[in-house]
């Protein structure tokens, strides 16, 4: 059976590096989740944003129980790295991927059913000119780099990624049942 992977990223990053030979378009983040769907999640259950579907008119509160419904099955989440990803002008609390990567480290019961900590995964993407150098741990937030640190999110470049995915998933189910619980960051500061 696959996985059920929930992908955070930063849905209208633009400065990634073009997927399309055609230069004259923009490329996002949420560009490269389109191709993990239809080129890597094949065998496994997406459990993030279906192509086309937009969630901007929604309050803050539906679109918080819209991503929680779809985290709390979730086994895996696939933290996609991308240039624009932190908005330094705002609180981490007040961002949505370090409240994604928080849930998706909780155990968390709901109508009777508890979820257990979601393997995860941090995928650092290239930036416009191809490079991953721009990513810096000291610049990112605090519960992504604290748990990159205890060694519970494992993190990668794209294109080693797209070479074994499922390899890479592995590895980060691996890291999860290696760490112990008391080390593992869960609280959006």
């Not at 389109?34 to 309050?59: C, V």
């Not at 470049?157 to 390899?167: I, M």
Request: glycine share 4%; with cysteine; charged share 25%.
């Amino acid at each position: 059976m696959g996985r059920k992977i929930f992908v955070s990223y930063k849905h209208n990053d633009n400065d990634v590096k073009h997927l399309a030979s055609n230069y004259y378009t923009i490329t996002t983040a949420a560009d490269y989740v389109n191709y993990l769907e239809n080129n890597i999640f094949k065998q496994h259950i997406y459990k993030g944003e279906k192509q086309g579907e937009d969630l901007s008119n929604y309050s803050e509160s539906f679109i918080w129980n819209h991503l929680k419904d779809k985290l709390f099955d979730s086994t895996l989440t696939l933290v996609l790295i991308s240039p624009n990803m932190k908005e330094s002008y705002r609180r981490q609390r007040d961002q949505w991927i370090p409240w994604e990567i928080s849930y998706s480290l909780r155990k968390t019961t709901r109508g009777g059913k508890t979820s257990q900590r979601n393997s995860i995964l941090a995928v650092i993407l290239p930036d416009k000119y191809g490079n991953y150098d721009y990513f810096n741990q000291s610049n990112t937030f605090p519960i992504l780099r604290d748990n990159i640190n205890t060694g519970y999110i494992h993190i990668t470049e794209w294109h080693n990624f797209l070479l074994y995915p499922d390899a890479y998933f592995r590895i980060a189910d691996a890291a999860k049942e290696m760490v112990m619980e008391n080390s593992i960051c869960i609280e959006v500061q």
